[in-house]
Every structure is written in structure tokens, then in C-alpha cells.
């Protein structure tokens, strides 16, 4: 018995030691996976469309997840594994796309060219001389007295 006593110290003061020194792999495994939810949901998933890469279970959304987690363990940024991504698939990847000049006019040109037809539209219509509209002739007598003789049978 004294024997079991003698082996239980050591194992109790080992045992918070290890924990202690599997503690930082821990934590560094749990900033690692937040950083890689982080980026992942700024993804847009290939073949969702419509949700992120964190989101989607596709099988490919899975590679691009595990591919993120490789990226960050191997040391890279966040930025420099977004850029990977913008680069392989293009700018169709990311759910918020960066800003682009040629982007910004095709969504201002359309509005503009509305704005300026509708001028156009409204100067023209200004300009044009009102119609005149037809002058109906004066009735003849034999028609004025037609149409009292009708009013006269009505009910």
C-alpha cells in the first residue's frame, strides 16, 4: 500500500503539468479555427452560390476549408490566402466583392442613362406643338330636329 502512495504523488503533480503544456496546442487550435471561419465566410462556395464557404457542405467547400487550414498552419495571412483564392477562381469568390471602377459604372451607368432619356423624353414632349383636336361640324338643322325627336321616344 505504501508503495501505491508513494507512485500517486508524482502522477498528481504530473498530471497538471501536462495539461499545462497541452494547454497552449489547444489554444492555438482554437484561434486557428476562428481565423479560419473568418476567412471561409467571405467565400462564397463554388457550387452553393448563395451561401459561404463555412456554410456549405458541398464537397468542395470541405476542400477549401481544409486548404484555409493548411494555409494558416503553414503561416500564411488572411489576406495572402484570400488573395490565393481571388487569384484560382477570380473575384467571383468573394461575397463582398472589392471595389472596381468598372464595377461601379456598370451599376451607375444604367440609372444615368435613364435620368438623361427621361430628359430627352420631357424636352421633346415640351417642345412639340400642342394637337389641336378636330372641331366637330355644326349640325344641320334636319339633325338637330333627328336627335330632339329621339330624346322625345326615349322612356
Known amino acids: 500500500m505504501r508503495h501505491g502512495r508513494a507512485l500517486l504523488v508524482p502522477v498528481l503533480v504530473l498530471i497538471p503539468l501536462l ?5 497552449p496546442t489547444v489554444v492555438h487550435e482554437n484561434v486557428l479555427r476562428k481565423r479560419e471561419i473568418a476567412i471561409a465566410q467571405q467565400l462564397r462556395c463554388t457550387v452553393c452560390q448563395g451561401e459561404s464557404v463555412a456554410e456549405s457542405n458541398a464537397g468542395i467547400a470541405r476542400d477549401m476549408r481544409r486548404l484555409i487550414r493548411q494555409k494558416l498552419a503553414a503561416g500564411e495571412s488572411s489576406q495572402q490566402i484570400m488573395n490565393y483564392f481571388v487569384h484560382r477562381y477570380g473575384d467571383f469568390i468573394l461575397l463582398k466583392p472589392r471595389f472596381d ?19 430627352v423624353a420631357y424636352g421633346f414632349l415640351r417642345r ?11 349640325l344641320s338643322p334636319e ?9 322625345r321616344d326615349e322612356p
Do not use: E
Not at 128 to 138: E, L, M, Q, T, Y
Not at 143 to 151: H, I, L
Open 101 to 119: 471602377a468598372l464595377g461601379s459604372f456598370l451599376w451607375i451607368a444604367p440609372i444615368v442613362l435613364f435620368v438623361v432619356l427621361s430628359g
Open 19 to 23: 495539461a499545462f503544456a497541452a494547454a
Open 143 to 151: 339633325d338637330v330636329a333627328r336627335v330632339q325627336a329621339a330624346r
Open 128 to 138: 412639340r406643338p400642342a394637337s389641336k383636336r378636330p372641331v366637330a361640324p355644326a
